[in-house]
């Protein structure tokens, strides 16, 4: 191969001169210089940079030997960055700067994603810069625990749960079927127990977090996603730390946990769109959270740790030296280790996550009934609906309320306008009390909703959801006076 005659230093030491890339050359018989074919210019560069080129979203990238990687978003950055490699012998007459890079862009592997950081299975489409570990044989993972002793997990159940939350951070499953996490402190500690510091040292062995502020838009926040200063980004974790509200509720956080692909608005380039295998975590102290978010999250619950000032440096100490050990427990949690079957309870809203994630951590019944019990103890909206249905019980008598096939309680629509204001202090009228109530999300409570004819609210005493049906044979009942004792 030809090369440059010319030497490069650095610091006093010399370099060897550069191979010669061209994109013409003479040709005896033809006596004259002609095009060089521009799949053997691609050669040459594939095989002196180890086939290092590799399109992102339609972005080229070139990875160097340290796993260095280089965005190159046209053909100035292109033969610029040729220049670093090979001597370069260019004639525009011959094969355009522009084409070239057109067509190595074109004909690169093609991959959706970038990762400095092990997935466990792979994913597809995703460029891997990094080692994976080969699995453990099994089935202790005590490096994976020594690094989740450092932390103070209120409860043996919650210590599992930051397990969850870490092969979360590692799991190969589809975008958008990640849950959210809410790290809180145990009732009466919110302050002082390592909350932000969780997230932070989790989200430092997946390339760390990426901060959304409390008032940050989702339109905002998916702009920033889109246009990562990298080109791409390494971090997996959206950390939205020290949330203080009354009732936490937001439809754009909602809407992006459970996404698949992040669309929107790329600076500088237009629309673009990213698979969504980030991580959603929030801190708090006495969440409480709106319906649709408290079934989207899993809450862990710390205590107060004792007092360690070299406490960072052991915990960073300890990860430099146990990564690789770690993350080959891991791949066995997530590859290898039979999942266990969840015997009895009540399931989340994740049920791939439960089956390829849960199920890996020890009594993963136990540790899903913890968590179904913490949803309904964050979720806001479920403590109002049932406060309204105990409202209805104690206010039954008030308005002398009748009860008719023993448990279905008939609501005029004048009284159930006077209850609402008893329970909210909010004044509501004919024409919109129905969807008031319907804000309430209580299933217990059936709207009568009769054109030209008296309406009626139907409460269950049961607190069971009301069929049509079982509306039906109510309002025959009341109307044929066939009331309950």
């Avoid at 838009?217 to 080109?231: D, F, H, N």
């Amino acid at each position: 191969m030809n090369e440059c005659n010319e030497m490069f230093e650095n610091d006093g030491v010399a370099k060897p001169s550069r191979p010669k890339l061209s994109n013409h050359r003479y040709c005896p018989k033809e006596k004259k210089q002609v095009v060089v074919p521009i799949q053997e210019i691609r050669k040459q560069i594939d095989n002196e940079t180890g086939n290092s080129l590799f399109t992102v979203n339609g972005t080229l990238h070139a990875v160097d030997k340290s796993q260095n990687v280089t965005v190159i978003s046209d053909a100035v950055q292109f033969f610029a960055w040729l220049h670093f490699i090979f001597c370069l012998d260019w004639k525009l007459n011959c094969l355009s700067k522009n084409e070239f890079f057109e067509h190595c862009k074109t004909h690169s592997p093609q991959y959706q994603s970038l990762s400095h950081h092990p997935h466990f299975p792979k994913i597809k489409n995703v460029r891997y810069l990094c080692e994976f570990p080969d699995p453990i044989p099994g089935p202790e993972t005590p490096v994976l625990d020594a690094f989740v002793n450092f932390f103070s997990a209120s409860t043996g159940v919650d210590k599992l749960l930051i397990i969850a939350l870490i092969l979360t951070l590692f799991w190969g499953g589809p975008p958008g079927q990640r849950p959210s996490f809410v790290i809180t402190g145990k009732r009466g500690q919110g302050i002082g127990t390592g909350k932000t510091t969780l997230v932070k040292s989790l989200a430092e062995l997946v390339g760390g977090q990426i901060s959304k502020d409390f008032d940050e838009s989702a339109k905002e926040l998916k702009t920033r996603l889109l246009t990562p200063s990298l080109g791409f980004h390494k971090e997996r974790v959206i950390s939205i730390d020290n949330v203080k509200a009354s009732v936490f509720s937001s439809q754009d956080l909602e809407a992006l946990i459970t996404i698949s692909q992040i669309s929107g608005h790329r600076m500088y380039k237009g629309n673009a769109s990213i698979p969504n295998y980030f991580t959603y975590v929030m801190t708090m102290n006495d969440p409480n959270l709106s319906r649709d978010l408290a079934s989207r999250s899993m809450v862990i619950e710390l205590s107060t740790p004792a007092k360690n000032p070299n406490w960072l440096g052991e915990v960073e100490e300890f990860i430099e030296k146990n990564l690789m050990a770690m993350l080959a427990e891991i791949n066995y949690l997530l590859t290898v280790k039979q999942p266990e079957s969840f015997t009895a309870g009540e399931g989340t809203r994740w049920p791939l996550w439960e089956k390829e994630v849960l199920s890996k951590v020890p009594n993963p019944t136990h540790v899903r009934n913890l968590i179904v019990q913490r949803q309904n103890q964050y979720d806001e909206a479920k403590h109002r609906r049932d406060q309204f249905e105990d409202v209805l019980e104690e206010l039954r008598k008030k308005y002398s309320l009748k009860v008719v096939n023993k448990s279905i309680v008939v609501i005029p629509v004048p009284e159930m306008i006077s209850i609402y204001h008893e329970f909210c202090g909010e004044k509501a009228a004919m024409n919109n009390i129905s969807t008031k109530i319907a804000r309430l999300g209580v299933p217990s409570i059936y709207y009568l909703d009769r054109k030209g004819k008296t309406k009626y609210f139907l409460f269950s005493q049961n607190r069971t959801p009301i069929t049509e049906v079982t509306a039906k044979k109510a309002l025959k009942a009341f109307e044929n006076g066939q009331f309950s004792a």
